[in-house]
């Protein structure tokens, strides 16, 4: 009886076991189509490969790079083409139009590559023999340095003539062939040194025949990019207003496209129309603010008083963590978003430098919060307007913006789901973090009318960015007119409001930037409507749901969380933006 018994026990046991392997397999299998899509392989392969063929071409507009990636995309578009878009998952849908759009664009950017370096071939083929010799080099060639300096004389006696002709002729270029012929001179300049600095000191040979041919023609090399910049059409210049900043404007044609490219179906002009009504909304608040102050409707004078209520010299890095601790108790009390504990421990802070603060005038974030705050080697009208532009009031909006829920949770939570998507966009990234700011000012974060005036500043000021660096990108506005606008309108330190432009269109941000924030935050409110105001989710459920699905065009994040119907020839069509709609869902709350 009892050996029955045991054995009875024992097939319970393994029977038990193996339904628990099971379970677990099954859970396990879950959780991973959770965290990938079929696509998954692929888009870690792409990324990898590129930045492998990044590393080894690393010379920029040479036609060996062009064309390696060429054919390095068209290779990748085969691939993704032989999978059959109508049997993969939602998330391996989005994956493929997120991937079929990445390469589409870099096939783009190549062919117009192309064609304006065969606009400037003419003025740039002397220095074509420098890219044999970088190819050789990467290899580690043994080179018969006679023979090298005599190719670096030859190279640069053909300079001088190419470099005389141009001095002497009539030829100007648009704005766009100077910046590329420049742009090719510049990666000559790149290769010739890495071959140099390669080979110098370590073959006795190469030193003695190539040092001076190598400065003769890197010096005349400089002259010539200098030179070419000379020789740009006027009528494609932008001149200096007397603000001294000089952009790149792109016109409309260009501006749809990128905008096409982003996933969002409006004209320019559409979302000027759009910031306008936003901005509109932000005045009749900072009117009610400024008579809860005493100041009737003057908002100048309620604004200037809450400038005025910057902290001392050396005080600003606590006032900010006092307001991360604030805005992160909120997040807590109301049950917005699951925070990692890892996320809240490894934040902290570093100043920005006097020279930086030229073109970033506020703190920013991410991992690191970067504080701006005068130092003792700033004039004194500069600091002033640098700590009555940093006040806590004004401040107390973008804490949130800049660490949890914004750039440093966006980021830590990038690292850890999806992690194979690498579809970046400042729709998302800026837009998700401005999202809080609607959210938060709904939730009554704001205490007092000091602080709503604060929270409404970094609003209009949305507004504005959409408002000024359209019309400049389309040819109606300077950015001298862009600086006064942020100062007459939405009430910028002039410094600051000078700051602003120049990080807008020198700062090395793409034309779209500065408009993905109130744009890209409109896109979440709307979303945020669809799924939450509806009842289909609830906020924190939302706010995780997204936060889990790394970077993407909003557009996308929408079609995975309402499991839309997609196309394999998918185009954009979301029209988000609903003014109605917008102030019905505030008073939600």
């Known amino acids: ?42 888009a870690t392969q792409l990324r990898a490969d590129y930045g492998s063929l990044s590393r080894f071409y690393a010379i920029w507009n040479s036609p060996e790079r062009r064309e390696r990636f060429e054919q390095f995309f068209n290779d990748y578009s085969q691939k993704l083409s032989a999978y059959n878009f109508n049997k993969l998952s939602r998330g391996g849908q989005v994956d493929y139009i997120l991937i079929d759009n990445y390469i589409k664009d870099h096939l783009y950017q190549l062919r117009e590559e192309a064609k304006e370096y065969n606009a400037v071939r003419e003025w740039v083929a002397f220095a074509e023999p420098i890219y044999a010799i970088e190819k050789l080099r990467r290899r580690g060639k043994h080179l018969n340095s006679e023979e090298v300096a005599s190719q670096l004389n030859t190279i640069s006696t053909q300079l001088e003539s190419t470099a005389s002709k141009l001095k002497k002729g009539s030829t100007l270029f648009p704005k766009n062939l100077t910046d590329r012929a420049q742009g090719i001179i510049r990666g000559h300049i790149q290769a010739l040194k890495s071959v140099y600095d390669f080979y110098n000191g370590y073959d006795p040979q190469f030193g003695w025949w190539v040092s001076k041919p190598y400065e003769k023609l890197t010096k005349e090399l400089n002259e010539y990019a200098t030179l070419i910049q000379t020789k740009v059409d006027p009528k494609t210049q932008p001149a200096d207003d007397g603000s001294g900043i000089i952009g790149n404007p792109i016109g409309r044609t260009e501006l749809i496209r990128q905008l096409k490219q982003e996933m969002i179906p409006y004209t320019p002009e559409e979302l000027v129309d759009m910031a306008m009504k936003e901005f509109a909304w932000c005045d009749e608040e900072l009117l ?3 008579r809860e102050m005493g100041f009737g409707d003057d908002w100048r004078a309620a604004q200037e008083k809450v400038k005025m209520s910057f902290v001392p010299a050396g005080q600003q890095p606590e006032a900010m963590l006092e307001l991360y601790d604030q805005s992160v108790a909120f997040l807590k009390d109301n049950d917005l978003i699951s925070i990692p504990s890892i996320a809240e421990e490894t934040w902290r802070m570093t100043m920005i ?20 705050y005068p130092t003792d080697e700033m004039e004194h009208a500069d600091k002033l307007m640098s700590m009555r532009g940093n006040n806590p009031h004004f401040s107390r909006s973008t804490v949130h913006h800049e660490l949890i829920a914004g750039h440093h949770m966006q980021r830590f939570m990038n690292n850890r789901y999806k992690s194979y998507r690498f579809f ?14 609607l959210l938060l000012w709904d939730m009554d974060f704001p205490r007092s009318p000091e602080d709503r005036i604060g929270m409404l ?36 330190e002039r410094a600051n409001a000078e700051g602003e432009v120049r990080r ?51 557009e996308m994040v929408r079609a995975l969380l309402t499991n839309e119907k997609l196309s394999k020839n998918f185009e954009t069509s979301w029209r988000f933006y609903n003014n109605e709609l917008n102030r019905q869902s505030m008073k939600k709350y």
Not at 523 to 528: M, R
Request: with cysteine.
């Open 353 to 372: 430098p006097p020279e930086r603060q030229l073109i970033s005038p506020f703190f920013l974030g991410g991992e690191v919060l970067q504080i701006s």
């Open 1 to 42: 009886m009892l050996s029955y018994t045991m054995k009875t026990f024992r097939l319970f046991l393994s029977v038990f076991a193996l339904v628990i392997l099971s379970v677990s397999h099954t859970a396990h299998a879950q959780n991973t189509e959770q965290q990938v899509s079929e696509l998954y392989d692929l």
């Open 504 to 554: 807008s269109f020198t700062g090395g941000y793409g034309p779209l930037y500065q408009i993905a924030y109130m744009v890209g935050g409109q896109q979440f409110y709307a979303l945020k409507r669809e799924l939450v105001d509806s009842g289909k989710m609830t906020l924190k459920e939302f706010h995780d749901a997204v936060m889990r699905e790394n970077a993407m065009p909003v």
């Open 288 to 290: 009610k603010a400024s």
């Open 424 to 437: 970046g966009t400042p729709f998302w990234t800026e837009g998700w973090a401005l999202y809080w700011e």
């Open 457 to 492: 500043f970094w609003r209009m000021h949305r507004c504005a960015r959409i408002i000024f660096s359209l019309n400049y990108h389309l040819g109606k506005w300077t950015p001298q007119q862009c600086i006064d606008y942020l100062v007459d309108r939405v009430g910028h």
